[in-house]
């Protein structure tokens, strides 16, 4: 009964960020689209997740709803930031190469000399 009511809950919330969705709000076209699977993503998760199923499609819909969202809310900020960190904000990225040289020996180790010739008729 928990899990109905949850998916009916949920259900009400697809519905209102539909009307969001088509209305003019505060949010942009891709943060309501984000918003909108969201929702739906916890329309499908929220009735098997109470019945103990392992994760599915509505998780994955939700995190993607998540992803979305916050990419387009946050994503031109942190892209400035990423930008600034070699001094200067010019629209490259210019960081220094980070070796690490025991790093750089297990991927030497793990390359083959030559895979031509491992492969004989």
Known sequence: MMAWA???TAGAVVLLLIG???GRGVFDLWQRG???AIAAGLV???APRILGHPPGWGDLLFVGGLLLFFART???VLGKDVDALDGLQDGRLRLPRLRIPALQAWINRQRRPNASEEIRP
């Open 20 to 22: 969001l969705l088509l």
């Open 34 to 36: 984000g918003l909108v």
């Open 74 to 76: 946050y994503g031109g």
């Open 44 to 46: 499908l998760a929220g």
């Open 6 to 8: 949850l998916t009916l």
